[in-house]
């Protein structure tokens, strides 16, 4: 055979190198399409997945694509469905815990980050680190709540599964095992929920999607919410929700809920049997309350629903609102007290009685912020909307003014009058000034504040005491506001002190009395 060309021998090379790219590349996860997201589900589901070294990269990332689409349509929270997922491998490693996430798009960014851990596949220590770590209060799993356990494996383990299994499904744990053709059958029975058919699916690694839709059906009818539900908790009320417990208007409901302080004090109402939620308001924040759901019905005995409900403590709320460093276009506004329970504050603010709000958002530690660009000469109507971390909103609101374009008093000087008294003057200010309010603090003596008419521009300022300092201030006075004021100190020399007398002294002659 004739040796190849350096040209064939490149041509050799890159296509194997395609060959690989198509074999071994991890194929991309698709987008999240607009379907909608499921309401009333509530559980903790669990993912066992085999990472292990006799899973292929190709099957590893085919069944996190599959795990994406199987999540995709929960909501997830606290109050709805949790997820979290350990890997299989030598030791069994948490990829991330129930309480992690709070948005169905963050868990599933998480889980197209997942990589693959190699290592033996020891399913049964996986299997018992779930018993003994994940559906635990440590990780954030809920007592009282549904908990799904989702397997997907090749069917291949080193060590013994049912044990393990037999206790998480005795802890109330519903299995469900998905493997991808080569595990025993007897086995994977056995250690699945019951009935098998539901709970058990083989399938090849490229048709996980075909299992979707049915194992999606199984999980939810392990999950969907069947009982009474608190949503939208606030300090004064909450939303109830609760499952339709007669398929026609064969009953009716009685719902009671009283204050854990107040037991004697219980409030009842009759609710129709097609009504499936109902807002409760008009509470006392900070307080904890029975709420009990009977269904009434003529066909069969039906155990009522009880759940405890605390409203949320009423949140303090900004108290006072100082408007300083005013200007013609801008202005400072600042409030109090500085509350740690806000995640941000809303400023809007609009001229008084005309014009669009316009709004600034300023972070939760700060508790200032200047207004910028704004009219002149204008009175602008300001609110702070506290926005708190549970939620609430609270507002306060205040009145600001703009000074004039140039309104500030010009060139102050004094003239001394007399040893008690100056002539105080100045140049006008620009705008429409409506008066000038003269201001003296005396060093000696009580301050003094005169109104001068707007076509002065002096005034005599009396009762100075000699020897002394004293500040005046001249403000220009505007429609509905006072222009800046400008401020200057005066010394008023001391009195005068004549000379002491002093007598000629006396030149007594010899002999002579003096």
């Given at each position: 055979m004739s040796a190849l060309s350096p040209w064939s021998k490149t041509l050799l090379v890159a296509c194997q190198l395609l060959l690989f790219n198509l074999l071994y590349s991890s194929p991309s996860i698709p987008e999240a399409d607009n379907q909608q997201l499921i309401p009333d589900l509530e559980g903790d589901i669990l993912f066992l997945t085999d990472s292990s070294g006799s899973v292929s990269h190709y099957e590893f990332a085919k069944v996190k694509e599959f795990m994406v689409r199987l999540l995709r349509p929960f909501y997830i929270g606290p109050n709805d469905v949790q997820v979290s997922i350990v890997h299989i491998s030598t030791i069994p490693t948490l990829e991330f815990p129930f309480d992690r996430f709070r948005s169905n798009s963050d868990l599933l960014s998480a889980v197209k980050n997942m990589t693959q851990k190699m290592g033996d596949t020891n399913t049964g220590k996986a299997l018992q680190y779930a018993k003994?770590?994940?559906?635990?209060?440590?990780?954030?799993?809920?007592?009282g709540i549904p908990k799904v356990l989702v397997w997907?494996?090749?069917?291949?383990?080193?060590?013994?599964?049912?044990?393990?299994?037999?206790?998480?499904k005795d802890f109330g744990v519903h299995a469900f095992i998905v493997s991808t053709g080569r595990g025993n059958y007897v086995e994977l029975s056995e250690a699945?929920?019951?009935?098998?058919?539901?709970?058990?699916?083989f399938v090849e690694v490229d048709d996980l999607p075909i299992i979707l839709d049915e194992l999606l059906d199984s999980i939810i009818e392990v999950i969907r919410t069947k009982r009474l539900r608190a949503y939208d908790i606030t300090s004064r009320g909450f939303q109830l929700n609760w499952p339709p417990f007669f398929s026609d208007d064969a009953g009716y409901y009685v719902l009671k809920y009283y204050s854990a302080t107040e037991p004697n004090r219980k409030i009842s109402q009759n609710l129709p049997g097609s009504q499936t939620s109902l807002k409760v308001a008009n509470l006392?924040?900070?307080?904890?309350?029975?709420?009990?759901?009977?269904?009434?019905?003529?066909?069969?005995?039906?155990?009522?629903?009880?759940?405890?409900?605390?409203?949320?403590?009423?949140?303090?709320?900004?108290?006072?609102?100082?408007?300083?460093?005013?200007k013609p276009h801008s202005f400072k506004v600042s409030w109090s007290p500085k509350l740690d329970s806000v995640s941000h504050y809303q400023v809007l603010y609009s001229p008084l009685h005309r014009g669009s709000a316009k709004s600034v958002i300023v972070g939760g530690s700060q508790n200032t912020t200047v207004l910028e660009n704004l009219l002149p000469n204008t009175t602008y109507l300001v609110t702070v909307i506290a926005q708190y971390k549970s939620g609430l909103e609270k507002a306060l609101s205040a009145k600001a003014c703009t000074l004039e374009e140039n309104s500030q008093i010009r060139h102050l000087h004094f003239q001394s009058m007399n040893p008690n008294s100056l002539q105080a003057s100045w140049e006008q200010a620009d705008g429409n000034v409506l008066g000038y309010k003269v201001r003296c603090r005396r060093q000696a003596g009580p301050p003094s504040l005169q109104s001068v008419a707007p076509q002065m521009n002096s005034v005599i300022v009396t009762g100075l005491a000699p020897g002394t300092?004293?500040?005046?201030?001249v403000t220009p006075v505007y429609s509905g506001q006072k222009g800046k004021a400008l401020c200057k100190t005066t010394y008023i020399q001391p009195a005068?002190?004549?000379?002491?007398?002093?007598?000629?002294?006396?030149?007594?002659?010899?002999?002579?009395?003096?």
């Open positions: 003994d770590t994940i559906f635990t209060d440590a990780t954030g799993s809920r007592a997907v494996t090749d069917g291949i383990s080193t060590d013994d599964i049912l044990q393990p299994m037999n206790l998480l699945a929920s019951q009935p098998t058919e539901n709970h058990l699916y006392h924040p900070g307080t904890t309350y029975e709420v009990t759901l009977i269904p009434e019905t003529n066909v069969g005995l039906m155990k009522p629903q009880t759940i405890t409900v605390t409203t949320l403590k009423d949140e303090v709320t900004p108290t006072q609102i100082l408007i300083s460093e005013s300092a004293n500040r005046i201030c005068s002190v004549p000379a002491t007398y002093q007598p000629q002294k006396q030149i007594c002659q010899q002999g002579q009395n003096c």
